[in-house]
């Protein structure tokens, strides 16, 4: 069966460190999409990246950066020099291509101080 | 500018009352999906379509009730069969049927 785990319901880091996020999945598949989520205190979910799992390549956007393992089934994301515009909750999904449905982690809450 | 839209932001109802929330797209997406988010939970899947005139149960649809009589939109009716109405309401579309995006969301709270 299809999953998504995000083992950290919430996280409070000081502006400027370094926080990463941490989602593991479990599919049957072998074709899959990976996406993350921010949710800011206004309640809209914002798509930050889709991953598919034939590309492992990791991404860079800013100060965002996401590892995909497909060996330990995870994927990670890291946001670097923290600010506190930053802290929302963050969502991890996965989709199989057999499934036109998003299974949903059930969230990170980052916290971040000024 | 392209988007979802959802209307209202702020909805109040009393007990009782059907009530109808609004979800419009300009995206030209062929699928889209109903959420509930309950205060500091995760997001369930109440409804979504994948084309005009045709629409899936998920997994919490029991007390609601979609149409999907245009591309563009996507209403929702929450009933009064729905025992705890009261919740955040996300609507989303998808070009692909994987990838989604997202509405404001509306805020029903009923007493």
């Known amino acids: 069966a299809q999953k998504v785990t995000q083992a950290q319901t919430e996280i409070s880091v000081v502006e400027k460190e370094d926080v990463t996020l941490d989602c593991v999945y479990e599919t049957r598949d072998t074709t899959y999409y990976l996406f993350w989520y921010k949710q800011p205190p206004s309640g809209e979910l914002v798509f930050l990246i889709r991953?598919?799992?034939?590309d492992e390549q990791n991404e860079i956007s800013g100060r965002y950066s996401w590892n995909f393992q497909k060996s330990t089934s995870s994927f990670n994301f890291t946001i670097t020099a923290s600010q506190v515009v930053d802290s929302a909750v963050y969502f991890c999904a996965l989709s199989e291509e057999s499934n036109y449905q998003l299974i949903w982690g059930a969230g990170t809450k980052l916290i971040i101080k000024p | 500018d392209g988007g979802i839209t959802q209307s209202p932001k702020y909805l109040f109802r009393k007990e009782g009352q059907n009530v109808t929330l609004s979800c419009e797209q300009n995206?030209?997406?062929?699928?889209m999906y109903w959420y509930r988010q309950d205060p500091g939970q995760g997001l369930r899947l109440i409804y979504y379509s994948q084309i005009v005139n045709d629409f899936q149960k998920g997994d919490i649809a029991e007390g609601y009730s979609v149409s999907r009589e245009k591309k563009e939109s996507f209403p929702l009716t929450v009933t009064s069969a729905q025992k705890n109405p009261t919740a955040f309401y996300l609507c989303a579309s998808s070009p692909d049927g994987y990838e989604q995006y997202f509405g404001p969301g509306t805020r029903l709270t009923v007493t």
């Open positions: 991953r598919n799992s034939f």
């Open positions: 995206l030209n997406h062929d699928a």
